[in-house]
């Protein structure tokens, strides 16, 4: 069935580094792709979508680019904070209702 | 308004006993799902209840699991005879009528059970 295949973690990066996760993606057809964030403490969030071949997704200085050659939707931030320090989670959308999820990346940030 | 209120945040039972895991949707939601998170695995859908119905459990195991979203109060997902591989993050969203993801779809801060 379709799936997301999500970069390990955990990711422990210094201020201002660079940041990519990887996620590809297993699918019939072209689902919308997703990337949600976990802050400590809180609830999955929609950091950014995409719906279909070449969208870029982006939110807070975040970006995702959709790419069906690769069946790629990697997550990118060119300058990292310590309050981006959360769980990032790549998912694809199977209906209406119904989501597929990556295991996670954990993210440390540190000052 | 609050968000998609998951209590408790963290559950402790021992093998054999029954937990109880509930989910107060945002208000003005009348569409609950459940997804469950095992130890290095994505978030797996498991249910999609609206008030008094079940609209798609098929994520859900044939034993032990069974879920509820009734006319008044939280939907609860209930696990009987608890066992070590029932230890994983639980997360409940909610959604309003006639939306489609992700528009309206909230997520709660999820319950970890841990089955000892």
């Known amino acids: 069935g379709d799936s997301v295949t999500q970069m390990e973690g955990p990711v422990t990066l210094s201020e201002e580094a660079f940041l990519t996760i990887n996620c590809t993606y297993t699918a019939t057809g072209y689902p919308s792709l997703f990337w949600y964030v976990q802050y400590p403490g809180e609830g999955l969030q929609l950091l950014l979508k995409?719906?279909?071949?070449?969208d870029k997704g982006s939110n807070k200085g975040f970006e995702a680019t959709y790419r069906k050659e690769t069946t790629s939707f990697h997550l990118e931030k060119g300058s990292v904070q310590v309050s981006d320090s959360a769980v990032y989670f790549c998912?694809?959308?199977?209906?209406?209702?119904?989501?597929?999820f990556g295991a996670g990346t954990t993210v440390t940030v540190r000052a | 308004n609050a968000g998609v209120m998951q209590n408790p945040r963290h559950l402790v039972r021992r093998r054999g006993q029954e937990a109880r895991l509930r989910c107060s949707p945002m208000k003005g939601h009348s569409h609950v799902y459940w997804y469950r998170q095992l130890p290095e695995e994505g978030l797996k859908f498991m249910v999609y209840?609206?008030?008094?119905?079940?609209?798609?459990e098929s994520g859900m195991p044939k034993e032990r699991f069974s879920a509820e979203f009734p006319k008044e109060g939280p939907s609860i997902l209930r696990i009987q005879q608890v066992v070590r591989g029932d230890s994983a993050a639980y997360f409940c969203?909610?959604?309003?009528?006639?939306?489609?993801?992700?528009?309206?779809?909230?997520f709660g801060s999820g319950t970890r059970l841990t089955v000892v």
């Open positions: 969203a909610s959604s309003p009528p006639s939306s489609d993801i992700p528009h309206g779809y909230t």
């Open positions: 209840l609206q008030k008094e119905n079940i609209i798609d």
């Open positions: 998912a694809l959308r199977l209906n209406d209702y119904k989501l597929s």
């Open positions: 995409a719906t279909k071949a070449d």
